[in-house]
């Protein structure tokens, strides 16, 4: 089992930043991809971004360059930066661990862009 746990979230106006932090615990060994996905009101589930254990990124084009993921393996950690942020990434933000086909979710992070 894999445990997720994100941080970071809250209320920012728009052209802000937000930083938000996932710790992995549990059985984190040999995990394959992690990444970040978000749900606003009303709406699926979407990709926000992942990274795989080597490192390669994969971006939802709504957030390219403005949004960045980094990940420390020795901390069981990844960062999502998010710059620049507008009224329509409001949503709440979850972290996404795959392990041998097996998805595992924290319970989400609240991000609100407004003014």
Partial sequence: QVQLVESGGGLV???????LSCA???STGSINIMGWYRQ???????LVVTITSGGQTNY??????????SRDKA???IYLQMNSLKPEDTAVYYCN???YGVQYW???TQVTVSS
């Fill in 97 to 99: 661990a795959l392990k």
């Fill in 24 to 26: 992995a615990s549990g």
């Fill in 75 to 77: 901390k069981n950690v």
């Fill in 13 to 19: 106006q728009p052209g802000g930043s937000l930083r």
């Fill in 106 to 108: 924290g319970r989400g």
């Fill in 60 to 69: 939802a084009g709504s957030v390219r360059g403005r949004f960045a993921i």
């Fill in 40 to 46: 606003a009101p009303g709406k699926q589930r979407e």
